[in-house]
């Protein structure tokens, strides 16, 4: 592995299932972010986790919750999807909150 | 309210010119600046930040320029080229400590060859 990697590339889902998206780095980055991206509102912050064990609400939180239970891996879970969290996901991570942030490749995300 | 903005949402320049995307910020506390690179179908790339004890910092041909007066963030590219046509993103911190980055919502840029 070499930065970060998003899985799934994309995929569609019913409305009312559970879906988790992994990122995972390998740069040892300590902090992690969620963002969504839709056409004409940019990048929004969803959770974002600035060290291993801690994690914070972004702009958009609702529907969505995040683990951080070690350095690499970040996955973002929606409970019960809804046709509004059709978006683009992307993972990012920096090694400080006041560093640049590194991104994944995204995982397009169609909920119907 | 406080926000990250951009004036132009399109920009199209003639390949060979620079080109220079704005940003506007509106709080005065906030301290890091980056730009960002999208291309179609990827993910942002860093291109470059500034922070607010600079004015300017440059780059492979990019600069960044920052007027902490009028809140005023610039990205001047140097002899602009058709792998340069993407959206860019400025980001900012608005508080010192672990707040993170906020996004401005994009200006494409297309290059004319």
């Known amino acids: 592995i070499a930065g970060i990697t998003q899985a799934p590339t994309s995929q569609i889902l019913a409305a009312g299932r559970r879906m988790t998206l992994r990122c995972t780095q390998d740069?040892?980055?300590?902090?992690m972010y969620w963002y969504r991206q839709d056409l004409g509102l940019g990048l929004r912050l969803i959770h974002y986790s600035n060290t291993a064990g801690t994690t914070g609400k972004g702009e958009v939180p609702d529907g969505y919750s995040v683990s951080r239970a070690n350095t690499d891996d970040f996955p973002l879970t929606l409970a019960s999807a809804v046709p509004s969290q059709t978006s683009v996901y992307f993972c990012a991570s920096s090694a400080g909150t006041k560093l640049g942030q590194f991104f994944g490749p995204g995982t397009r995300l169609t909920v119907l | 309210g406080e926000s990250v903005g951009l004036h132009l949402p399109t920009l199209s320049v003639q390949e060979g010119d620079n080109s220079i995307i704005n940003c506007a910020y509106s709080?005065?506390?906030?301290?890091?600046f980056i730009w960002y690179k999208q291309e179609s179908g990827k993910g942002p790339q860093f291109i470059i930040d500034i922070r607010s004890n600079m004015d300017k910092r440059q780059g492979q041909r990019v600069t960044v320029l920052l007027n902490k007066t009028v809140k005023h963030l610039s990205l001047q590219i140097a002899a602009t080229q058709p792998g340069d046509s993407a959206v860019y993103f400025c980001a900012e911190t608005r508080n010192s400590g672990n707040t993170p980055l906020v996004f401005g919502k994009g200006t494409r840029l297309s290059v004319i060859a």
């Open positions: 709080n005065s506390a906030s301290d890091y």
């Open positions: 740069m040892r980055h300590n902090a």
